[in-house]
């Protein structure tokens, strides 16, 4: 069966047409009023970026759905996840002074913030899903005890994932440490040939698993690695590397149970807004912002999370690439974007083992506000 799923575009002429009155518009259209109820400690799952990237979500954006919620009789808190990797993100006092620097604060979005894991990614506790990979996934205790949640995802692409959307914010946004370390598992090998020794990946990892070598080369030892990409991410050679082919479909399973997890603990008392604006080719843990691939398209809402990343996924495609950004020039409307970005990598085994294990459902009726 179809899932609906709400889309509302960005024209405006008017006041009542601007996009802080879209984006109320689209919350009651797609009845995620009637997920909160009176009292409801709300969370409002988000990525609030890393330091140095500006593609996240609006704060003011945000602040409309705070208000929603409030308009419940709920009380809503802005939330995420400590990151496995090193950062501005990676302990919950210099992710809450991130948070912060990018404007999600009080004055600002109208809602305190949690850090869900804890301040050192320790709070978090195990649910039980029988999937293919896990028996159990560890979540992070505070989004798992919320009454309801809204998910807020900038729906862009991904270095691992293909493309980030609410599947992935479900899943590594809702994992402490610990759980991220789950999901990621593969091991990262430098290319030696490829390498210029400028020991970015030696920065970035949070276990010091890759050093330089005495002719300067970088090394990862595999005993270390936690598989967490962030060296891949920052590589100016593109000199890390892995099995693509056999990694990366089991990863990308791997988070998707991760999701189903999240979105087992809530039943029906979570929905999801998908911001496809700033649609770069890079998740916002990435401490820049690339120029977007696509013009900016709109909002989607939905209470399927399979089925607002599969309408995202078809608008992102239906566009013409920009010409000034990573995509080739060959990448016009109707082509895959995200394939053209890394041909390597099938996101959408996202959205076919979602399906598969009971997410959500990839078939979906577009209903246009």
């Not at 929603?68 to 210099?94: E, I, M, Q």
């Not at 980030?164 to 090998?189: R, Y």
């Amino acid at each position: 069966m179809s899932s609906k799923v709400y889309f509302i575009d960005l024209r405006s002429r008017t006041y009542r047409e601007n996009k802080i009155s879209k984006i109320k518009k689209l919350f009651d259209h797609a009845g995620l009023n009637d997920l909160i109820q009176k009292d409801d400690l709300t969370a409002i799952k988000l990525h609030f970026g890393e330091r140095g990237n500006d593609s996240f979500i609006n704060p003011v954006f945000v602040r409309q759905v705070v208000d929603k919620v409030k308009s419940n009789g709920a009380k809503p808190f802005l939330t995420d996840t400590n990151t496995l990797y090193s950062g501005s993100r990676h302990n919950a006092v210099d992710h809450l002074i991130t948070a912060m620097e990018h404007g999600f604060d009080y004055t600002v979005t109208g809602a305190p913030l949690i850090i869900a894991d804890g301040l050192r990614s320790e709070n978090f506790t195990e649910i039980e899903i029988n999937k293919k990979h896990f028996s159990k996934v560890k979540l992070a205790r505070d989004i798992v005890s919320a009454d309801s949640v809204i998910v807020l995802s900038h729906f862009k692409g991904h270095e691992m994932a293909g493309f980030g959307g609410a599947i992935k914010n479900l899943a590594m946004g809702g994992a402490p440490a610990a759980g991220k370390k789950e999901q990621h598992a593969p091991k990262m090998v430098v290319n030696q040939d490829k390498c210029i020794g400028c020991a970015q990946c030696c920065t970035v990892c949070p276990e010091k698993a890759s050093t330089l070598t005495d002719d300067n080369k970088a090394e990862i030892s595999p005993d270390s690695c936690i598989g967490c990409g962030e060296c891949l991410t920052v590589c100016p050679e593109k000199a890390i590397e892995m099995d693509w082919e056999t990694e990366i479909p089991a990863l990308i399973e791997r988070m998707t149970e991760y999701a189903y997890g999240v979105a087992k603990t809530h039943e029906q008392h979570i929905g999801y807004i998908n911001f496809l604006l700033n649609i770069t080719p890079d998740c916002d843990c990435a401490s820049w912002s690339d120029a977007p691939i696509v013009p900016d398209i709109g909002f989607l809402a939905s209470t399927d999370p399979v089925a607002i990343d599969q309408a995202s996924y078809d608008l992102v495609n239906k566009q013409v690439g920009l010409s000034a950004s990573l995509l080739s020039s060959d990448c016009g409307a109707g082509v895959d974007k995200f394939h053209c970005l890394r041909s390597h990598i099938d996101g959408t085994i996202q959205l076919s083992y979602g399906e598969e294990i009971g997410l959500g459902s990839r078939d979906y009726e577009l209903i246009v506000l």
